[in-house]
Nanobody
């Protein structure tokens, strides 16, 4: 089971930190990803991390602003979001999969999904 938290309302330029707590299975060796969906738009892979070696991948739209990380001891993944823009407004989902982090990010294919957390960035 995956539990996402940390969403909220923030002004443009602000920051938020999302958390994804896993229960029932260990973080390693899964890839942990964040996928977002804005109203009327398709799901977009934001970032993904390989918890076994720390390799990270980002969508071009968030590179340099978002940082993904994981704490295997806490069985939790994180997404640090800085310099937020109104176009970052979406429901953010965390997910876990064994298909490899780069593949999962590009195809939004994961084995387990958490519930979403709403991120709203006001202009």
């Amino acid at each position: 089971q995956l539990q996402a938290s940390g969403g909220g309302l923030v002004q443009s330029g602000g920051s938020l930190r999302l958390s994804c707590a896993l229960s029932g299975f260990p973080l390693d060796p899964y890839a942990i990803g964040w996928v977002r969906q804005a109203p009327g738009k398709e799901r977009e892979g934001v970032s993904c991390i390989s918890t076994s070696d720390g390799t990270t991948y980002y969508a071009d739209s968030v590179k340099g602003r978002f940082t993904i990380s994981s704490d295997n001891a806490k069985n939790t993944g994180y997404l640090e979001m800085n310099s937020l823009k109104p176009e970052d407004t979406a429901v953010y989902y965390c997910a876990a999969g064994l298909r490899g982090s780069e593949y999962s990010l590009k195809n939004n294919e994961y084995d387990y999904w958490g519930q979403g957390t709403q991120v709203t960035v006001s202009s």
